[in-house]
């Protein structure tokens, strides 16, 4: 569980870094497994560098990847930020390549205009070391609340690519620096970026929802559904399950009908 310091930081500032949360065997393992699921996913052939190669849903395609997502210090997570009954949106694998430009969820207008968004959160893992000019997390903190963030709606308009007068690289931001082992936390809504860094960066990540409590959040729920592809389709393996906590990550979705992916 988090303790209050680290829940008031990720509310006020958008962000949360856990420090050295997986050991360095367990990154390990996490390399070896995703190194295996995307060359399953493109049939042996090789990583062209081209550009980024995702991979949904992801976490559910290997062992030790998947009892993460139960895992104490994962599963505590999203305990303390949304609640007890929180459940998965989906987990996802990513071969970065190049620039990410700067983007945020605004949970108005990206949404449809609902005030019945649900509260997330994106545990985020980064398996290689990575710092401000090798493609690390960049955050503007505190741009997943408003005011602020509808100031910053325009940076998502990549006709002006310097819509401030400075490039996406000299934004004021903090670059997120990491380790393998370290776990960084944010929602969708807060702006982030990456600059720099070598094709092939890995970032995965698992994705919690807040339970929706009125029938205006169950609606929203179930539109989001209809216009994603892989997200809130919870995977075979997940909804047979032996562990009672990974069948009530995904119960939900069972219970409102959602379609499954056959992993």
Request: overall charge negative; aromatic content about 10%.
């Given at each position: 569980?988090?303790?209050?310091?680290?829940?008031?930081?990720?509310?006020?500032?958008?962000?949360?870094?856990?420090r050295?949360?997986?050991?360095r065997?367990?990154?390990?393992?996490?390399?070896?497994?995703?190194?295996?699921?995307?060359?399953?996913?493109?049939?042996?052939?090789?990583?062209?560098g081209?550009?980024?190669?995702?991979?949904?849903p992801f976490?559910?395609?290997?062992?030790?990847l998947?009892?993460?997502?139960?895992?104490?210090?994962i599963?505590g997570?999203?305990?303390?930020?949304?609640g007890?009954?929180?459940?998965?949106?989906?987990?996802?694998?990513n071969?970065?390549v190049?620039?990410?430009?700067?983007?945020?969820?605004?949970?108005?207008?990206?949404?449809?205009?609902s005030?019945?968004?649900l509260?997330?959160v994106k545990i985020?893992?980064?398996?290689d070391?990575l710092?401000?000019?090798?493609g690390?997390l960049?955050?503007?903190?505190?741009?997943?609340?408003r005011?602020?963030?509808?100031?910053?709606?325009?940076?998502k308009?990549?006709?002006n690519e310097?819509?401030f007068?400075?490039?996406?690289?000299?934004m004021p931001?903090?670059?997120?620096?990491?380790?393998?082992?370290?776990?960084?936390?944010?929602?969708?809504?807060?702006?982030?970026?990456?600059?720099?860094?070598?094709?092939?960066?890995?970032?995965?990540?698992?994705?919690?929802?807040?339970?929706?409590?009125?029938?205006?959040?169950?609606?929203?729920?179930?539109?989001r559904?209809e216009g994603?592809?892989?997200?809130?389709?919870?995977?075979?393996?997940?909804?047979?399950?032996?562990?009672?906590?990974?069948?009530?990550?995904?119960?939900?979705m069972?219970d409102?009908?959602?379609?499954?992916?056959?992993?």
């Amino acid at each position: 569980m988090l303790t209050t310091e680290q829940i008031a930081h990720f509310e006020t500032f958008g962000f949360l870094i856990l420090r050295q949360l997986l050991s360095r065997d367990e990154i390990a393992i996490m390399k070896r497994e995703s190194i295996e699921i995307f060359d399953e996913v493109r049939d042996g052939m090789a990583f062209d560098g081209k550009q980024r190669e995702p991979v949904q849903p992801f976490f559910e395609r290997r062992p030790f990847l998947s009892k993460l997502v139960e895992d104490d210090r994962i599963y505590g997570i999203g305990e303390s930020l949304l609640g007890p009954d929180f459940f998965l949106i989906g987990t996802e694998g990513n071969l970065h390549v190049g620039d990410t430009q700067w983007h945020g969820v605004d949970l108005d207008s990206d949404y449809g205009g609902s005030p019945h968004v649900l509260q997330s959160v994106k545990i985020a893992f980064y398996i290689d070391p990575l710092d401000k000019d090798t493609g690390c997390l960049r955050v503007i903190p505190g741009s997943h609340r408003r005011p602020f963030s509808e100031c910053l709606q325009v940076l998502k308009n990549h006709i002006n690519e310097t819509p401030f007068g400075v490039s996406g690289a000299e934004m004021p931001g903090v670059a997120l620096e990491c380790q393998p082992g370290d776990v960084i936390v944010f929602p969708e809504s807060v702006f982030h970026a990456a600059f720099g860094g070598e094709p092939g960066r890995h970032q995965h990540a698992i994705s919690f929802f807040a339970p929706p409590v009125t029938e205006e959040q169950e609606a929203w729920l179930q539109r989001r559904y209809e216009g994603w592809k892989y997200a809130l389709h919870p995977a075979e393996t997940f909804v047979n399950s032996n562990s009672h906590r990974i069948r009530s990550l995904v119960s939900r979705m069972v219970d409102m009908g959602f379609e499954t992916s056959k992993v």
